[in-house]
């Protein structure tokens, strides 16, 4: 069984940075794909950034790029997400997802279709 746990969120001061974690376990190989989300009040929820555990790809939505940088430690099965430069507007809860990788990276985290989600970790961001 997969699981996902996330960590790292807590409130900040805009410009400020978290990093925030995406503990998995229950692969059995490495063709999986893990995707960071949000969701904020009254918002659709905003695909962030994803990696591929395969061959290392990543993707990220525009309105972070630049700003935040996921990165894979496969020894520690664990997907983190370094978030720099916050805005107010980044204040949401964030999600990891999970999955093999069935369909092609983008596609799979445009979709949000992803079987496994953690249970999310609220980002605060104050002016």
């Known amino acids: 069984e997969v699981q996902l746990v996330e960590a790292g969120g807590g409130a900040v001061q805009a410009g400020g940075s978290l990093r925030l974690s995406c503990a998995y376990s229950?692969?059995?190989?490495?063709?999986?794909?893990i995707g960071w989300f949000r969701k904020a009040p009254g918002k659709e929820r905003e695909g962030i950034s994803c990696?591929?555990?395969?061959?290392?790809?990543?993707f990220y939505a525009d309105s972070v790029k630049g700003r935040f940088s996921i990165s894979i430690d496969s020894a520690k099965n664990t997907i983190y997400l370094q978030m720099n430069n916050l805005k107010s507007e980044d204040t949401a809860v964030y999600y990891c997802?999970?999955?093999?990788?069935?369909?092609?990276?983008?596609?799979?985290?445009?979709?949000?279709?992803?079987?496994?989600w953690g249970q999310g970790t609220q980002v605060t961001v104050s002016t």
């Open positions: 997802a999970a999955d093999h990788q069935s369909l092609e990276l983008l596609s799979l985290w445009q979709l949000g279709a992803y079987a496994h």
């Open positions: 229950g692969f059995t190989s490495d063709d999986y794909a």
């Open positions: 990696i591929s555990a395969k061959d290392g790809r990543t």
